[in-house]
């Protein structure tokens, strides 16, 4: 069964559940850096966009009482690699030890024209 999880202050760009609990897990949807407050994407550089976008996760994650602790997979999506490192400094501020496991990616483009997008699954415990 999957039960939608939303949040305020997440966007969703498209027909799609900002996150889906399945069992114990849940699949939360790439976020790209909206900022909640204006609608746009959030402006700055990529260490200010990569922290929006976990902001916009995390919000989906505390709906269901979760946090970056339950954080299990992150997948990162990243217009241009050179901003690895940048956005790399910033994600180890977010989560503590033992960090979740993770994969980046270079992609052509991002909706709305957005430099990353992030997505991840956290497990309940």
Known sequence: MRNPLTS????AVGPYSHGILAGDLVFCSGQTPIDP???????GGIGIQTSQCFD????????NGMGPADVVKV??????????????????TRFQQPFPARTTIGVASL?????????LIAQQT
């Open 8 to 11: 305020p202050t997440a966007a």
């Open 111 to 119: 909706p709305l024209g957005s430099s990353i997008e992030i997505e």
């Open 37 to 43: 407050t204006t609608g746009q994407l959030a402006a």
């Open 56 to 63: 916009n996760l995390f919000s989906v994650l505390e709906s």
């Open 75 to 92: 997948n990162v999506f990243l217009t241009d690699m050179d901003d690895f490192s940048e956005m790399n400094q910033v994600y180890e």
